[in-house]
């Protein structure tokens, strides 16, 4: 396998300091898999990051081996965040599930020759438990993941585990899976939930490509729910929980267990009681959803709660624990009620009281809930009708950012709205938006804007950014556009960051603020601001709205500004057209010169077969064509006056200009064989209908417009772009378009008195001909016509049959062949190949 070259990095020893190794010993390392210190003095004195510039040449099937600490060094790379060098060693065939080798420095555990040498799955049960022999105590005391160096093993789980996102997606997209266990059965989440990293546990739990599963247990028989629980990762606990859409009367319900939150001065956790008889007190009326009252501690039942009470307190003297249950019957928890050196016991009187304020609890719960599925449904509503605007209502950018911004505004009742977009150039935000304090109504319009007083105006050329600019580095807009945190601010003048300028300038006063920064492929683009809610500060309700308002605000600038970018370039492509069309176009004074000719009455031997083509002059040959089209027109009555001469002569001179000069596709061809199909025309007993007549003519003429002297086959082997734009029939669709191209100029359309209808037929009949001339089609389709003929079935009212007629226009360029020598042929065929092969050879250097 093709060695190559690591880049500069560092190792680490194991307890995670960093060892200067050069080039030389890594290389003999990863081949050997030890690391002598002693052969560090041998060498020339690495650089500050460990490694000797040049870098060592390893073998991605051999670089697995290093076992200072067992990481390969895709893992080192992760760990100093360097994603060049991540893409290097996946493109050159490092495995992106290859696990660590060997063992390290466990998780938890004084840094010393014996810890380095205990196995890591001894390390890694003393890091869940205080000893072996109690598994249900926790050790948090070496849970802290900033003294701990468990990483996990796969490379996924190191990016995770340091919050690498980029890495962490790179990963992903190139086949690692977060759901692969390591050693101790722990996945991506378990590490995130043992690092306690809250949003990276956020982001693999959502990621768009492969999700990091929630119910997969550890070797410890632990979820990463349960596992939060266990090291009181309260946050993490709970967002597993509604991430996964687990409820906890579901978590209840299946794992036969319920939770209580125990807090202390050093930790905080959620502790496992068991379900059932046999047990706790809390436990057993979890099984049975009955309410037990006990007035006297010395009467209480050993057989159906052994263990008494979970909370141990002497002092206690009754108790009175209540079953909480909602109204489909499903258990959410237990509520424990104690008297304290009091004679006084628990009556029907409290359980009822208890039962009342229990039902207010759930009063206050669906009350809450409801009130949170109709925020939801608003904030359904709002994404539906940005969608709208994203992808139905194309207009201009700034149209599609007024109206996100106007459903914003209403989304989290503020009352005003900004947007600030970054210039990276000059370091600076400028207002795109500013100010939206009107009705949605009313912000549709993109040239309306709001002035530095609120009043709207109309928006001038030069007022296409605003007239509010300032530096990314000042401000509260300009804080989280360098550091892409959002930022609820209840106070905006008792905070340092907020700049008074823009307030001095708009004479507006700001009082809260929500802000948060708009992202695009990991970039802040800009940053959306609403300033003053209607009725308090900013919740964190608004935040998560906000937060998704954000992305589809996001989405919705960088569609306008593809849109833009479209329309931009429809506009230039307008513009390269009508120059293309000027210059392809035949000259005033060619016309005028031709439209002075008078036509022939009559050509002798015109619609002879015999009739050479070659012998007519380059000059006269377009008066042959006009006497040609006129002569076919006037085979039906109602065409005498549908043709302008002026569009005819203008069409004939332009179709002239646009061939090019090659040995055989030529003008002169392209004449030779509409002679031919005139011929066939006027001198057989056809039945094609006047207008399939023109069309054929036309096609004739039209059906090698600008050829390059090149096949179908060299087109599409040499990538032109011509290939890449017509993937079939390359040549033939070109010059069908560039047909319609001529038609489509002005004064060029001689089918400008046709119907709509009719005109779609023409060109629906050319374009039939023309294509018809790939020989790749036309010996698909000549047995059809063949056995047709041969059997004397042909019928002339038979759609398929003269469709199969009229591709064989090919005849009509075969027969023009056969009236000039073979040899002539023949040259200019090899000529123009011969040309063609020597415009794209290869330079020799």
Not at 527 to 535: A, L, P, R, Y
Not at 573 to 583: G, I, N, P
Not at 815 to 829: A, D, L
Request: proline share 4%; aromatic share 10%; hydrophobic share 35%.
């Amino acid at each position: 396998m093709k060695a190559i070259k690591i880049p500069n990095t560092a190792l680490l020893d194991v307890f995670g300091r960093p060892i200067s190794i050069n080039s030389k010993d890594f290389h003999r390392l990863s081949h050997s898999g030890h690391f002598d210190k002693n052969s560090i003095s041998n060498h020339n004195e690495p650089n500050s990051k460990g490694l000797n510039p040049t870098g060592p040449n390893i073998k991605p099937n051999d670089a697995h081996r290093l076992t200072v600490i067992g990481e390969t060094p895709l893992h080192i790379a992760i760990f100093y965040n360097d994603i060049n060098s991540v893409k290097l060693l996946i493109k050159h065939g490092f495995d992106v599930n290859q696990r660590v080798i060997g063992d390290f420095y466990p998780p938890g555990q004084s840094r010393n020759k014996q810890e380095t040498k205990t196995g890591r799955q001894n390390a890694t049960r003393r890091f869940f438990y205080r000893n072996e022999t109690s598994q249900k105590q926790i050790s948090l005391k070496n849970a802290n993941p900033e003294t701990n160096a468990y990483y996990g093993e796969y490379p996924l789980a190191f990016a995770a585990a340091f919050g690498y996102k980029e890495i962490y997606d790179y990963l992903i997209d190139n086949g690692a899976d977060p759901n692969m266990q390591d050693t101790y059965g722990n996945t991506v989440l378990h590490m995130l939930v043992i690092r306690d990293r809250s949003e990276m546990f956020n982001h693999a739990i959502r990621h768009p490509v492969k999700k990091a599963l929630t119910d997969i247990r550890n070797n410890e028989g632990l979820t990463p729910s349960t596992l939060a629980a266990k090291l009181g990762r309260k946050e993490l606990f709970l967002q597993c929980l509604e991430l996964s859409h687990v409820k906890l009367n579901d978590l209840l319900t299946h794992s036969g267990e319920i939770y209580y939150p125990y807090r202390s001065e050093q930790a905080a956790c959620f502790v496992p009681i068991e379900i059932g008889p046999g047990h706790c007190l809390a436990g057993y009326v979890a099984w049975s959803k009955e309410t037990v009252r006990i007035n006297n501690m010395a009467t209480l039942d050993m057989e159906k709660y052994p263990d008494g009470l979970y909370v141990k307190d002497d002092k206690v003297t009754a108790v009175m624990a209540h079953p909480i249950i909602n109204t489909s019957g499903t258990l959410l928890g237990v509520v424990e009620f104690y008297r304290i050196s009091s004679a006084i016991p628990f009556s029907d009187d409290d359980e009822d009281e208890t039962l009342k304020c229990v039902n207010e609890l759930f009063t206050q719960t669906y009350y809450e809930l409801y009130h949170s599925m109709t925020r939801e449904r608003r904030l359904n509503d709002f994404l539906l009708a940005v969608t709208k605007s994203i992808f139905q209502e194309l207009v201009s950018m700034d149209a599609v950012m007024l109206k996100i911004m106007s459903y914003a505004k209403k989304l989290v009742n503020a009352d005003r709205a900004s947007l600030f977009m970054v210039d990276s150039r000059t370091k600076e935000l400028y207002a795109r938006i500013f100010d939206i304090g009107r009705e949605e109504n009313d912000v549709l319009d993109s040239s309306f804007v709001n002035d530095q007083n609120g009043r709207v105006h109309k928006q001038s050329s030069s007022d296409e950014h605003a007239c509010i600019h300032f530096p990314m580095d000042k401000g509260i807009a300009g804080y989280v556009a360098t550091t892409g945190k959002t930022l609820n601010i209840v106070d905006a003048y008792s905070d340092e960051r907020f700049n008074r300028d823009i307030d001095q300038k708009t004479g507006y006063k700001t009082k809260t603020l929500l802000c948060m920064p708009i992202m695009i492929q990991g970039n802040v683009i800009g940053v959306v601001q609403m300033v003053n809610k209607k009725n308090g500060p900013f919740t964190k309700s608004d935040e998560e709205s906000f937060e998704t308002f954000a992305v589809y605000c996001g989405l919705a600038l960088h569609h306008a500004s593809l849109y833009d970018r479209i329309r931009r370039s429809e506009q230039k492509c307008k513009v390269a057209l009508e120059v293309l069309s000027y210059h392809a176009s035949c000259a005033d004074e060619e016309y005028e010169r031709y439209k002075r000719q008078e036509l022939p009455s009559n050509i002798p031997g015109l619609r002879q077969f015999e009739f050479s083509p070659w012998s007519v002059a380059n000059d006269m040959k377009p008066v042959y064509v006009l006497y040609m089209f006129c002569d076919l027109a006037n085979m039906d009555p109602l065409h005498v006056n549908r043709f302008d001469m002026e569009c005819l002569i203008k069409f004939t001179l332009t179709v002239r200009k646009n061939y090019r000069n090659v040995p055989y596709h030529n003008w002169s061809h392209a004449f030779s064989v509409a002679h031919a199909i005139y011929t066939v025309i006027k001198e057989t007993k056809h039945q094609f209908t006047p207008n399939q007549c023109i069309a054929l003519f036309v096609a004739c003429l039209c059906h090698d417009l600008d050829h390059r002297g090149k096949t179908n086959d060299y087109m599409v082997k040499s990538a032109s772009t011509l290939a890449s734009i017509y993937s079939t029939s390359t040549m033939e669709r070109h010059h069908f378009n560039q047909t319609v191209t001529i038609l489509q100029t002005d004064s060029h359309n001689i089918f400008k008195h046709f119907s709509s209808k009719e005109y779609r037929q023409m060109l629906d009949e050319i374009r039939h001909c023309i294509l018809a001339t790939d020989l790749v089609l036309f010996f698909e389709n000549r047995p059809k016509l063949e056995r047709v003929v041969d059997n004397s079935q042909f019928d002339w009212n038979n759609k398929e049959h003269i469709s199969n007629l009229q591709r064989w226009q090919e005849l009509a360029d075969e027969h023009q062949s056969s009236r000039t020598s073979t040899t002539t042929t023949s040259t200019n065929i090899s000529k123009e190949i011969n040309d063609s092969t020597q415009t794209h050879q290869p330079t020799s250097s």
